[in-house]
Nanobody
Framework: QVQLVESGGGLVRAGDSLKLSCTAS????????MGWFRQAPGKEREFVAS????????SYADSVKGRFTVLRDSAKMTIYLQMNSLQPEDTAVYFC???????????????????WGRGTQVTVAS
């Protein structure tokens, strides 16, 4: 079955960096769009970033553009989220997501994403 396992979260100070990893198993990686979402306390889950399935494109939420970088290693069935210049408003549980789709990027509507990891907590102290 599809499994997504995240790692790399933690407690950091504003301005610091973190790198999240998500390793996938149980499906043909190249057929799935992969991405990152996050959910802060009391808020809805929101799209953060997606790396295209085959081309070199990326897609980011406006709030993280220029600070976050999403990477995809098909040989390792892993995606990464390099987060720089972290701010307190980035505090959230970060989820890895997968979606079988002919599109290059994962959809941004979290209610339509079928596969999720358990999430990893990122806390940014001011």
């Amino acid at each position: 079955q599809v499994q997504l396992v995240e790692s790399g979260g933690g407690l950091v100070r504003a301005g610091d960096s973190l790198k999240l990893s998500c390793t996938a198993s149980g499906f043909t990686f190249r057929n799935y769009a992969m991405g990152w979402f996050r959910q802060a306390p009391g808020k809805e889950r929101e799209f953060v970033a997606s790396k295209s399935r085959s081309a070199g494109g990326t897609s980011y939420a406006d709030s993280v553009k220029g600070r976050f970088t999403v990477l995809r290693d098909s040989a390792k069935m892993t995606i990464y989220l390099q987060m720089n210049s972290l701010q307190p408003e980035d505090t959230a549980v970060y989820f890895c997501a997968a979606q079988a789709t002919p599109a290059q990027f994962i959809g941004t509507d979290s209610t339509k994403i079928p596969y999720w990891g358990r999430g990893t907590q990122v806390t940014v102290a001011s």
